[in-house]
C-alpha cells in the first residue's frame, strides 16, 4: 500500500500497488477501503483487494475495495445492537436497529404507525438527492432515507458526506448500512426519519451504484413503486422526481424513462404527486407530457414553477452530475428533482 489520498465519513481512500506480473510492470490502483469494517492501513502495509469493478470497468467510483488489512486487524464490533446487514458475507456488519429492545430512540419509533402527513420525495437514482434539497430551504429538517438497491455501505457517497450539514440525519434500511441510523425495512427507516430525526421531509433513494439490466422488470430502481406504497400505508404523501432527459443516449431514458414509467405505472398501487418543473426544453415537456398520460389516472400530475431553481441548483454544496452528466448537460433531469423538493415544501402549507 503506498498511501492515502483522501479520506470521508466512514470511507478512506487509498493508492495501492498491485502484485506486479513482472518487475518491469509495477500497477498502481485507486481502492477504498471502510475502516470500521476492515481496519485502517498504513502506507507499505499489505492489502487484500477486490479488483472486480475494475475488471468490469463499472462506473460508479471505479475503486477496487479493500477486503482486509491481514498485519493491522480492526478492533472486534462494539455495537450494543443485534441485526445483521449484508448478512453471510466476510464482512457482515452488527448494527443497531432504531427499533430494537435498547435503542435510543426505541420508545419513539417502535409505536408509531403513522408519518402524519409528511412529504416524502421518491427517487430513482442517488444523484437526484442533492438536487432535491437544493430547493428545500435550510430552516426545513430533511432526512434522508437510503435503500439497498445500490451501494450498500452509505460510506461510500462522498456526496451524502457534503451535504451532512443539511441534512437532520440518514437512516440506512434493508441491507444498507453506515447511516446516523439504521433500520431492518423502509416502513421503518420512514418512521425513524420523522419520529426519530425529527423530519418534517424525508428523501427516499438508493445509494450510489444502481443496478439495471436494460429490460422493464430488471433494475433495481423498481424499488420507487414500492416506496410509494410504505408511504401511503403509513399516511404520508408520496412525491415522485421523475427521472427525465433529453440527453441521455438510450432510447429507454429519454423523455420519461421507463424506470419511473414502470415503477409509477405497475408497481405502485397507490397515488402519488408526480412532479413536472416549468422551464424544460420544449420537445422535453411534450415527450413528458405525452408520457405522463400513459400512466394510471390515480396518480396527480403537479406542474411546479421552475423560476429560481437553476440558481438554486447552481447554488448546491455538492457536485452535480448523474450517469456521467452535469446539469448544463442534462439540466431537465436535475430541474425535475429541484422540483420535487419544492413541492414537498408546498405540501407542508
Known amino acids: 500500500m ?69 498485519d493491522r486487524l480492526p478492533a472486534d464490533p462494539t455495537s450494543p445492537g443485534h441485526v445483521v446487514k449484508a448478512r453471510y458475507t466476510p464482512l457482515q456488519a452488527i448494527v443497531q436497529a432504531v427499533d430494537e429492545d435498547g435503542a435510543p430512540h426505541r420508545d419513539a419509533v417502535a409505536g408509531a404507525d403513522d408519518l402524519g402527513g409528511m412529504p416524502v420525495v421518491l427517487a430513482d437514482l442517488h444523484s437526484a438527492l442533492p438536487a432535491v434539497l437544493a430547493a428545500i430551504p435550510a430552516r426545513i429538517p430533511v432526512a434522508y432515507l437510503m435503500t439497498d438497491g445500490g451501494a450498500l455501505p452509505a460510506w461510500f457517497s462522498r456526496t451524502l458526506d457534503g451535504l451532512s450539514d443539511r441534512l437532520c ?19 421503518a427507516g420512514l418512521l425513524a426519519c420523522r419520529y426519530a430525526l425529527g423530519a418534517a421531509i424525508t428523501i427516499v433513494s438508493q445509494g450510489p451504484g444502481n ?56 408497481v405502485a398501487l397507490a397515488a ?12 422535453l415537456a411534450e415527450r413528458v407530457a405525452a408520457d405522463l398520460r400513459e400512466l394510471p389516472a390515480r396518480h396527480r400530475i403537479v406542474e411546479v414553477d421552475g423560476t429560481g431553481l437553476l440558481d438554486a441548483l447552481r447554488a448546491s454544496p455538492v457536485r452535480l452530475s448523474t450517469m456521467g452528466r452535469d446539469l448544463d448537460a442534462d439540466t431537465g433531469y436535475f430541474l425535475a428533482a429541484a422540483a420535487a423538493g419544492r413541492h414537498a415544501v408546498d405540501l407542508l402549507g
Do not use: M
Open 2 to 70: 503506498l498511501g492515502e489520498r483522501r479520506r470521508w465519513r466512514g470511507a478512506i481512500e487509498y493508492q495501492v500497488r498491485l502484485d506486479a506480473r513482472s518487475p518491469d510492470d509495477p500497477e498502481t490502483v485507486r481502492a477504498l477501503a471502510y475502516p470500521d469494517l476492515v481496519g485502517t492501513a498504513q502506507a507499505g502495509d499489505r492489502v487484500l483487494l477486490n479488483t472486480n469493478a475494475l475488471a468490469l470497468s463499472l462506473g460508479t467510483g471505479g475503486y477496487a475495495l479493500v477486503v482486509a488489512v491481514p
Open 169 to 187: 440525519g440518514t437512516v440506512t434500511a434493508g441491507q444498507a448500512f453506515g447511516g446516523d441510523l439504521e433500520a431492518a425495512t423502509v416502513h
Open 211 to 266: 443496478l439495471g439490466t436494460g429490460t422493464r422488470w430488471g433494475y433495481s430502481g423498481v424499488a420507487v413503486g414500492e416506496a410509494v406504497n410504505a408511504v401511503a400505508v403509513l399516511g404520508g404523501r408520496p412525491v415522485g422526481s421523475l427521472r427525465i432527459s433529453d440527453a441521455d443516449p438510450r432510447p429507454r431514458h429519454r423523455g420519461l424513462s421507463h424506470h419511473s414509467r414502470t415503477a409509477y405505472g405497475r
Open 272 to 283: 402519488a404527486d408526480l412532479v413536472v418543473p416549468t422551464g424544460l426544453a420544449p420537445a
